[in-house]
């Protein structure tokens, strides 16, 4: 798949070109309407229900533009202070964006190449002149990560230096051959971070602040490292199990620099993604090498770029990566064709809350554009089901292939498995692709009781099903 800028900006105009109808309901200013934003709260709140995380805060980014910001849930427990979007959080390695971008902007003044050896900066590194700045983003370097547990380790509750990180970890033997393996590693970005700062003249968080906070409008990021979040941010906390929450032992200062170290608010963050849609920072052709995913050197791929992972969302490119630090997660989603990103945080150890927003949210932004004929085939597949509840079938909404699988005995089995069923409580798509010539869509219908079902279907091009399976 092509995913480069230049397709990415050629994809976006005729989506925008197909959906002008639609997009009426958004109003000029980029705010979501109320049973879009009415969805995200919905959204929200059954997340924090299920997950139990103290607080989530969320930026959506739809049409080129912050369409909707807003907290939920409590940003302290002690005492219970409702969480506010003007509060910071720490974003973890979603930070690595922001290095991968610092080290392109260097490209960009040419001051250094991407494919500059390591030794050429820092030569006394483990095979540091067999090993590429791009390598280091992209995690295929060989080097050791310091920090591979899910946990503040006890080496880790003392005080250290970005330097004495390198000397312990990226001076041992490498894990693997440079560029034959791809293994998640903040050593590399350590690295990273030290080069910048080199090659800048200036501390790494000097350069992020002028060179990308600034410029985009970015007021609020905190270099963790040097300054601690106050009583007006979010707090972060752990639990064990299904124990009680309770405030969390952080990362002593020096252990995030370079890999996770930044904080802010989900606003800013998603400033940072209108960056990206944009194209503000960089040439494009420098853009393109953000988001090419790299190879190995046997020819395998990766879903992995520079300091940002990227796959195929139902036919969107997708660019997203996680963060998780003590107490703390984040995700970040960028849709770059679609103009369209969501920004989720929440104040817990190892929530799945920022994923599962995320996960549910997207389609409320895409689908509409992704996905034009979604309400009428949506119509279309409840009236089958309840038509099939029945033991019947409008053979007119088929193709001759579907009409050839709806044999009496079909019908017969559909009647009695599904009828006592009754009436569904929920009929969403939940997904939407091509195959074959055809639509291929997927469905959940959800009843009373817990029982879940799934749809999928193939449509052709006058709407008829060719398939309507139900699992």
Known sequence: MDYSIKSFRIARRMALLVTLTVLVAFDLHGQLPPEKAGGIDAIAGKVLAETSAPSVSIAVVKDGKIAYVHAYGNASLDPATPSRP??????????KQ???????????????????PVGRYLPTLTRASDITIRQLLTHTSGYQDFYPLDYVAPFMTQKVTADEIIDRWARK?????????WQYSNTNFVVAGKIVEKVAGTTLMAFLRERIFR?????????LDHEALGDSDAKGYTRFGHGPIRPVQPEAPGWLFGAGEL???????????LGLIEGKLLKPALMDEMIKPVFLKNGSPTDYALGIGISN???HPRLQHGGAVSGYVSSNTVW????????AFSNLDGSSAPGSITRQIGPLLLAETADPQAAPQLEQARRIFSQLQGGTIDRSLLTSDANFYFTPQVLADAASSLKPLGVSESFEQTGMGLRGGMTWRSFQIKFSGGTVLRLSTFSVDDGKFAQYLIQ
């Open 86 to 95: 003007e509060e910071r959080y720490k974003i973890g390695s979603v930070s």
């Open 98 to 116: 922001f290095m991968g971008m610092a080290i392109l902007l260097l490209v960009q003044d040419g001051k250094l190449s991407l494919d500059d």
């Open 173 to 181: 033997p490498l894990d693997f051959e440079p560029g034959t393996a």
């Open 215 to 223: 410029p985009l409008g970015m007021e609020t990021p905190i270099d």
């Open 263 to 273: 904080a802010m608010t989900a606003r800013d963050l998603a400033l940072w993604d």
């Open 313 to 315: 969302s139902d036919g």
């Open 336 to 343: 770059l064709d679609q103009g369209a990103a969501v920004v």
